[in-house]
């Protein structure tokens, strides 16, 4: 029987525009980059994925590598769009992601025409759905024309299998240059996809937030918990189960002295607010208005639960911010 989703589930989050569109995002998504794919139980996968839209999460963002394998992250997504949320799909803000590496092939990586999209046909037929609602171009090629790559996500839109299109990890001079592209073919740019955290504090740095502010894009933000680095499942050792312990992308050495004492001290400053790390890191990235949605991911329902509990918290003082300021950047 298909999922019936809670009644209530518009009920509890503040939406938010992204940019100067008329899209409105949750201000958690939920990404399907890590344990979605075919080592982990599909009914675990499926748990997760309804319990976030019972939330309010609308937003579910993919990339034609999320797996493993690659490719396996969305056709699970696309088994629990048919079997539980078909009725629902006018209610989903569904993106994917072409450009990085997927296979040895020259056309499985970079930003061409024929790379982006291919992949984006393929995703389609994993997710079964025939428009996703953001396409993203997931790196900047600088091998490629950025006239090809902007061209490749114009036709997207202009073939109805697009709404908006999106950039990811493109620093700020590229992403100017797309913007301006995109604007001129009539396809504004929607959003940029950066990482950005406590413990990553680029898109201050080097321009990206002013940017997305002058030009009007939203940024959906990833990895706002580091990877689970910026919660309390670390201060103590590397659980079992835990990311740190069985991905590619997060190695146990990065929990060393120096990562326990900067985690210990934000901890303490969560904890004088009476919340957890992880809601004090999830609040942190929020605080900013160019940031539109915070892309999260989770293991469990709990995690998500409990992440969600960081809108409950008053705003984050000055003095609190100076604070977080002096552990947080390195
Ligand atoms: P997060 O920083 O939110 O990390 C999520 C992980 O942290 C969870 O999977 C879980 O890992 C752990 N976690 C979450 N909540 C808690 C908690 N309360 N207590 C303890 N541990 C917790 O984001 P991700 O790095 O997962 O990235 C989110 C999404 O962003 C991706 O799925 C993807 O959609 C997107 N992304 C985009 C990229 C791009 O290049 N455009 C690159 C990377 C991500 P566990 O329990 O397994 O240890």
Excluded: C
């Excluded at 993203?136 to 709404?163: I, M, N, W």
């Excluded at 201060?235 to 929990?255: C, E, H, M, T, Y």
Aim: hydrophobic share 40%; aromatic share 8%.
């Amino acid at each position: 029987m298909s999922h019936v989703p809670a009644a209530d589930r518009y009920d509890k989050l503040q939406y938010r525009r992204a940019g100067a569109s008329g899209l409105d995002l949750p201000p958690f998504s939920f990404g399907l980059w890590q344990k979605f794919g075919t080592d982990h139980p599909y009914d675990t996968q499926r748990e997760i994925l309804l319990h976030a839209f019972d939330l309010g999460i609308t937003h579910f963002d993919n990339a034609d590598r999320y797996g493993p394998p690659h490719r396996a992250a969305q056709q699970v997504f696309g088994q629990v769009l048919k079997r539980d949320l078909a009725a629902y799909r006018d209610e989903l803000i569904l993106s994917t992601k072409a450009g990085n590496p997927i296979g040895p092939s020259p056309y499985l990586k970079g930003g061409s025409r024929k790379s982006l999209l291919t992949s984006l046909d393929n995703s389609l037929r994993d997710l079964g759905t025939d428009h996703v609602d953001i396409f993203y171009s997931h790196r900047h090629d600088p091998t490629t024309s950025l006239e090809e790559t902007v061209g490749a996500l114009v036709s997207a839109v202009q073939q109805g299998k697009a709404l908006y299109v999106g950039i990811s990890n493109y620093t700020p001079e590229p992403a100017a240059e797309v913007a301006a592209l995109l604007r001129r073919a009539g396809v504004p740019l929607l959003a940029h996809q950066p990482r950005y955290s406590i413990f990553d504090r680029r898109p201050e740095r080097d321009g990206l937030l002013k940017l997305a502010a002058d030009q009007g894009f939203g940024l959906v933000v990833y990895s706002p918990l580091a990877q689970g680095l910026l919660t309390d499942k670390y201060l103590d050792g590397v659980p079992a189960g835990a990311r740190a312990q069985n991905s590619a992308f997060l190695k146990p050495d990065v929990i060393d002295d120096t990562y326990r004492q900067r985690a210990a001290a934000l901890n303490k400053i969560a904890a004088d607010r009476g919340q957890s790390l992880a809601q004090l890191a999830l609040q942190w990235v929020l605080r900013r208005p160019e940031v539109t949605t915070a892309l999260i991911g989770a293991s469990s329902t709990w995690q998500l639960d409990h992440n969600l509990k960081a809108l409950d918290f008053p705003p984050l003082t000055a003095d609190e911010l100076s604070l977080i300021d002096e552990h947080g950047v390195h």
